[in-house]
């Protein structure tokens, strides 16, 4: 199993004192979990506390993959359920917050290639049998996309009205990686 960066920063800080018994896919069910006291926080206007839960909750991304790679428990339900947590973790606040403080037309289009990259792994996964596994252009999407909307939070939080310009440009160039990942998962 090749392991990335942050699997190898990770599996001699964080990792050690996470208990065995949890496992990569519990902490997937972790962020389903979240997802709707995100959406809740959000809509409500409580950034402070959404900012919280969608740090730990995005964070929990990076848990899981280097829990699962590092510890020998990759599981075809994970490859499949981890990134569909994602996507839905960061659909659900691009479309609360990039529509209400940046634009609608970037939401629209980060909405569209994830519905895209989601609905191609699943035909490829029923089709071809093939379970799509994360990329490195996929893996970077994600993280700017949490950068961005992370970005969008701490400026509401802490009234840094310049941080929206940073997670514009952050969400727009998430945008050309999600373009690349479209191309090499071959969901277009």
């Known amino acids: ?17 996470i ?3 949890i496992t990569p896919n519990a902490v997937t069910w972790f962020r389903f979990i979240t997802l709707p006291f995100v959406a809740y926080l959000l809509w409500t206007e409580n950034y402070k506390l959404g900012l919280i839960l969608f740090f730990f909750s995005a964070f929990s991304d990076a848990i899981d993959g280097a829990l699962a790679r ?9 490859k499949t359920y981890d990134p569909l947590a994602d996507k839905i973790l960061i659909g659900i606040s691009v479309v ?3 529509t209400k403080f940046i634009n609608i037309y970037l ?6 290639i994830e519905l895209f990259l989601i609905g191609g792994a699943y035909y490829r996964k029923h089709t071809e ?4 596994q994360a990329e490195i252009s996929g893996k970077i999407k994600m993280g700017l996309q949490s950068l961005g909307v992370g970005a969008i939070l701490v400026s509401l939080v802490f009234g840094w ?12 160039l998430s945008v050309i990686f999600a373009i690349i990942s479209l191309v090499v998962y071959k969901s277009i």
């Open 96 to 98: 609360i917050l990039v």
């Open 1 to 17: 199993m090749h392991l990335t960066f942050s699997d190898k920063i990770l599996k001699n800080t964080l990792l050690p004192f």
């Open 161 to 172: 009205p310049t941080l929206i310009v940073g997670a514009t440009y952050l969400l727009y």
């Open 19 to 21: 208990p065995r018994f």
């Open 129 to 132: 049998g093939i379970v799509i």
């Open 70 to 78: 590092t510890r020998n428990l990759v599981t075809d339900w994970g």
């Open 107 to 112: 939401a629209i289009t980060i909405v569209i």
